[in-house]
């Protein structure tokens, strides 16, 4: 018997790109997880109340992560998708300054070589807010330089003691992301590892290819961040080479694509997809175009083509010599492992892409 005790940890792995920049990245500070395997049951009914046979339907997985560590780079790999640029967008917050007693009644903000955008002023003592005009002419009134990071005041507020809030750029340090309105169809992948320990007994998950689909980010009064990561499985597919017969058949609809990328016209779309349909079917021979349309993105369309012609033996257009090709289409088959047991789904015969 085997026991599991405390929240454990989780790893992240984008997977639908590779390169520089792409690794695990952990959940810090992990809370709770929560992981559902859950099946739809399909009834088999006579002219009896009771069912005369009960068998699975569809299934899903299902995950919920819990963690309190907030990390730029796994909000990027994971939920964005999204590769983040060195810099941040960062907050002044109830900065502390004192209007001069006689003129100029200027203030300049302490990051005014980086000023980005102004979040307002308040007296220090009372919190009182002023308000932000063109030209200053009475207290409690206030213009700025988004250009300078400069305030002027009235004659009326000589020396006041304010506190000033407001946004600014740090361009050498952190990281932050720009988030665009990217097309539909645009997901990440991830695979997730899983791990708790007890007395020197492990147990651990791991889930092929993930997408997430909801990040929050709550706060509240007088109590830590957590922030919640939902996500689910998919399915994976072992993308078989091209037989001879189909590269004879295909080879002239080869010979037509040009590029991969959004330029593509609705021929080369149709050639793609009719190419890697047919390699789908020698391991999956129920896959229709249909299905392949659905799978395929523009994030993944360029890595699926090439693994399925460089391992026919082609090399696509564009391709140096000698670079390998690399390409998962997500599943959900688990691997799972608790003390000397594991249990894995067999992979289908032919070329595994990793």
Do not use: H
Not at 116 to 141: E, I, M
Not at 179 to 184: A, E, H, P, R, S
Request: charged share 15%; hydrophobic share 40%.
């Amino acid at each position: 018997m085997q026991l599991s005790f405390g929240a454990g940890a989780v790893w992240g792995e984008r997977t639908d790109v590779t390169g520089s920049g792409i690794g695990p990245r952990q959940f810090g500070v992990l809370q709770d997880i929560q992981i559902d395997f859950d099946w739809t049951d399909k009834e088999l009914y006579g002219q009896l109340q009771f069912p005369v046979a009960i068998a699975r339907g569809q299934g899903k997985i299902t995950g919920k992560a819990k963690f309190a560590q907030i990390l730029g780079l796994l909000y990027s790999d994971i939920f964005f998708g999204l590769t983040p640029a060195t810099g941040q967008f960062a907050v002044a917050q109830l900065e502390a300054a004192t209007v001069p007693a006689a003129t100029p009644y200027t203030v300049t903000a302490a990051n005014a070589a980086s000023y980005n955008d102004d979040l307002g002023v308040v007296y220090a003592g009372s919190g009182k807010r002023f308000n932000r005009v063109t030209t200053p002419s009475a207290a409690g009134q206030y213009s700025v330089s988004f250009s300078t990071g400069i305030y002027t005041f009235s004659s009326g507020d000589a020396s006041a003691a304010l506190s000033l809030s407001y946004t600014y750029n740090v361009a050498t340090s952190g990281s932050k992301i720009a988030l665009t309105n990217q097309l539909m169809g645009a997901t990440p992948t991830f695979k997730a590892t899983f791990y708790t320990t007890y007395n020197g007994s492990g147990t651990a998950l791991r889930l092929n290819a993930c997408t997430a689909n909801k990040l929050s980010f709550p706060t509240k009064v007088d109590t830590w961040t957590i922030s919640e990561l939902d996500f689910s499985g998919g399915q994976d597919w072992l993308v078989p080479p091209l037989t001879l017969g189909q590269l004879r058949r295909l080879m002239p609809k080869v010979r037509q694509l040009t590029e991969i990328g959004a330029s593509m016209g609705e021929p080369q779309i149709g050639v793609l997809v009719e190419i890697v349909a047919a390699a789908l079917q020698r391991n999956y021979p129920d896959v229709t175009v249909d299905t392949v349309e659905n799978l395929l993105d523009l994030g993944n369309a360029g890595a699926v083509l090439n693994a399925v012609l460089t391992g026919s033996g082609l090399k696509p257009r564009g391709t140096p010599v000698g670079e390998a090709a690399a390409v998962v289409i997500p599943r959900s088959s688990p691997e799972m492992a608790g003390g000397t047991y594991t249990a894995s789904s067999p992979p289908p015969v032919d070329t595994a892409i990793p």
